[in-house]
């Protein structure tokens, strides 16, 4: 299995581009989930989905789009970059959406810098 | 709502020596908590899980973890840690309510030197 992965690995936009960071698992879960990382302030959570055609919005959703016609795939888009939005992205899965003992699985980020 | 509080941002210590990283959380419900480590350039990968029952945890790379439901924490600790340990740690937790959701702490830099 490959896993949770993520492309493409960096990322340089100009403000008010547009693209899609891609995700994808293997594993078949149900469960996946988006996350940004910024210096000092951890992992916030942006989007996630419970399943296929089922989304919601985390903690920071402002400025990002979902969707989740597939259980494998789960892209984030961005509308109109900002400078705000640079940080590094990182995609998660986890088998039984509404277990919250479940662990996790994260691809290997990705690194967007808007200019 | 819960929140996540690791006060140390940085943590040196030398090879062969111990090591506590402290995490602390506030929650109105009664929550799972993780620890997930992150080496450098990747992604995180869960360290040890407290869920229920005792309160120590043992993890993958004789990290352990204990809960304390007074004190509100869950501090990880490695009796003796090796080079290969420098990475940045992650607690967190989630609802046991119900949801995947996690909320993470900012993260402890822990720097093993010889």
């Known amino acids: 299995n490959a896993g949770v992965t993520q492309t493409p690995k960096f990322q340089v936009l100009k403000t008010g581009q547009s693209m899609t960071l891609q995700c994808a698992q293997d594993m078949n879960h149900e469960y996946m989930s988006w996350y940004r990382q910024d210096p000092g302030m951890g992992l916030r959570l942006i989007h996630y989905?419970?399943?296929?055609?089922?989304?919601d919005q985390g903690e920071v959703p402002n400025g990002y789009n979902v969707s989740r016609s597939t259980t494998e795939d789960f892209p984030l888009r961005l509308l109109s970059a900002a400078p705000s939005q640079t940080s590094v992205y990182f995609c998660?899965?986890?088998?039984?959406?509404?277990?919250?003992?479940?662990?996790?699985?994260f691809g290997p980020g990705t690194r967007l810098t808007v200019l | 709502a819960q929140s996540v509080t690791q006060l140390d941002s940085q943590v040196p210590v030398f090879e062969e020596a111990p090591v506590e990283l402290r995490c602390n959380y506030s929650s109105s419900v009664s929550v799972y908590l993780f620890w997930y480590v992150q080496y450098p350039n990747q992604g995180l990968q869960l360290l040890l899980k407290?869920?229920?029952?005792?309160?120590l945890v043992k993890g993958i790379n004789g990290f352990e973890a204990e809960f304390n439901k007074s004190q509100t924490s869950f501090h990880l600790r490695k009796p003796s840690v090796h080079i290969s340990d420098t990475a940045e740690y992650f607690c967190a937790v989630s609802d046991t309510g119900g949801g995947n959701k996690l909320t993470f702490g900012t993260g402890t830099q822990l720097k093993v030197e010889l």
């Open positions: 407290y869920l229920s029952g005792s309160t």
């Open positions: 989905s419970v399943g296929a055609g089922i989304t």
């Open positions: 998660a899965s986890s088998p039984n959406p509404g277990r919250g003992d479940n662990e996790q699985f």
